[in-house]
């Protein structure tokens, strides 16, 4: 008797990723048209077409939404995206390697767009603010399982806390010159400056 076919646990993740990319699209559209503040969860569930249980099973708040756009994709895409890197290169230019290959991650519309919003609330930015340690804190783990040598993990740790911040620093440096260049430019940038110091 043949065995019952079973749902792809794929196939159920793209569906998940599908619904929370449209509920996250819809609430950034209503943050722009009627403001933040203004913009409740119930109206964003409600023009997403789900009840509000529904939406917490996506989401946990309004600000989630705009998290979503500013380093969701970012945040599950770089742990698997360094484990891919060699370890015959040092843990600095693999994870220059890994932010470069993720930068369009940042480059679409809503990206820029949520992350205006995120910068102009105080309590938002705190938030954005804690997505850079919790990135430190991902890349770390991915060197220690890159570079297990126990004796390493400290230095691994502030590799992992420079190049999170020269990957800060070069996105401010692409907004501030309103992207006049691909983020990949200001990333080479950033981490030739890196490189540069440290050789001094």
Do not use: C
């Amino acid at each position: 008797m043949a065995k019952p076919e079973k749902i792809p646990n794929d196939l159920r993740e793209r569906k998940r990723q599908l619904t929370l990319d449209r509920i996250a699209e819809i609430g950034l559209k209503l943050f722009v048209e009627n403001g933040y503040e203004m913009t409740t969860l119930d109206a964003i569930a409600a023009a997403s077409g789900i009840s509000r249980r529904t939406f917490f099973y996506y989401l946990k708040s309004k600000e989630d939404v705009l998290l979503a756009h500013e380093g969701g994709k970012f945040a599950d895409a770089l742990r698997p995206t360094f484990l891919k890197q060699s370890p015959k290169q040092s843990p600095i230019a693999a994870a220059r390697k890994t932010f470069l290959a993720l930068a369009s991650t940042y480059e679409t519309k809503e990206s820029i767009v949520a992350d205006r919003i995120l910068r102009s609330i105080e309590t938002l930015r705190l938030r954005k603010e804690a997505l850079l340690v919790q990135a430190e804190e991902v890349l770390a783990d991915a060197m220690y399982e890159l570079w297990p040598d126990q004796t390493r993990r400290p230095t691994l740790r502030m590799d992992a806390m420079m190049a999170v911040g020269t990957l800060r620093i070069a996105r401010e440096n692409w907004r501030q010159e309103d992207a006049a260049h691909p983020l990949t430019h200001y990333i080479d940038e950033a981490f030739d400056l890196l490189e540069h110091k440290s050789k001094r």
